[in-house]
């Protein structure tokens, strides 16, 4: 079972429409966990951190449920610039200092005119 | 803001090749990383580095060499280029802690033919 896995879609919405998208892990362990933005044949960049509490960033809209293991991304009124591949990466807590960032494989978003 | 810069953007290598990916950093991070990226995988650790003079294996290490002589560099090295090294490689730097931002090169399209 892979440590980080997402559905690769890809999910085909028009402008304007609220997607949702949904991240499992398997360590339970895992201490930090984001969500990150690629555009096509670009690098990933960060989209925003996952708060157990949950945090909102303009349209977009990230949840952690720890019990569950689960993270989710919702975007609200999606514009064209919002289609590109959302990676979930999941950082777990081990015994040295690291920032071993553990990626799925990737969700892409295609948001149709 | 330079950030991370990784050289070449694109390479062409024959089976037995060796070469050198350079990945370079002007943010004083700690940690620096290597990924690959296939399609249908996801961003696969190759090595990583938690500061000048250390480095450690991540989850597909076999073919790679790294060094980090200093904060700012931290070069990957293909010993003998084979076919299933193909891939689009990235280099990533952060601070420690789990918590920030990780910042990623550009990219370097290598194809072993």
């Known amino acids: 079972r892979k440590e980080v896995e997402q559905d690769p879609g890809p999910f085909n919405v028009p402008e304007g429409a609220t997607v949702a998208f949904n991240c499992t892990y398997s360590n339970s362990a895992s201490q930090s966990f984001f969500w990150y933005r690629q555009d096509c044949r670009k690098e990933p960049k960060l989209l925003m951190s996952v708060y157990s509490s949950g945090n909102e960033d303009g349209r977009f809209t990230a949840q952690l449920n720890r019990a569950s293991q689960y993270i989710s991304l919702l975007i609200r009124d999606s514009k064209l610039s919002d289609s590109a591949t959302y990676l979930c990466?999941?950082?777990?807590?081990?015994?040295?200092?690291?920032?071993?960032?553990?990626f799925g494989t990737g969700t892409l978003l295609a948001v149709q005119p | 803001n330079a950030g991370v810069t990784q050289t070449p953007k694109f390479q062409v290598l024959k089976t037995g090749q060796s070469m050198t990916l350079q990945c370079a950093q002007d943010m004083n991070h700690e940690y620096m990383s290597w990924y690959r990226q296939d399609p249908g995988m996801g961003l696969r650790l190759i090595h990583y580095?938690?500061?000048?003079?250390?480095?450690d294996q991540g989850e597909v290490p076999n073919g790679y060499n790294v060094s980090r002589s200093t904060t700012e560099d931290f070069p990957l090295r293909l010993l003998s280029a084979a076919p299933s090294q193909t891939s689009v490689y990235f280099c990533?730097?952060?601070?420690?802690?789990?918590?920030?931002?990780?910042?990623f090169g550009q990219g370097t399209r290598l194809t072993v033919v």
């Open positions: 580095s938690v500061g000048a003079g250390i480095t």
């Open positions: 990466v999941v950082i777990p807590l081990t015994g040295g200092a690291t920032n071993k960032l553990i």
């Open positions: 990533a730097s952060s601070t420690i802690g789990g918590t920030e931002e990780a910042f």
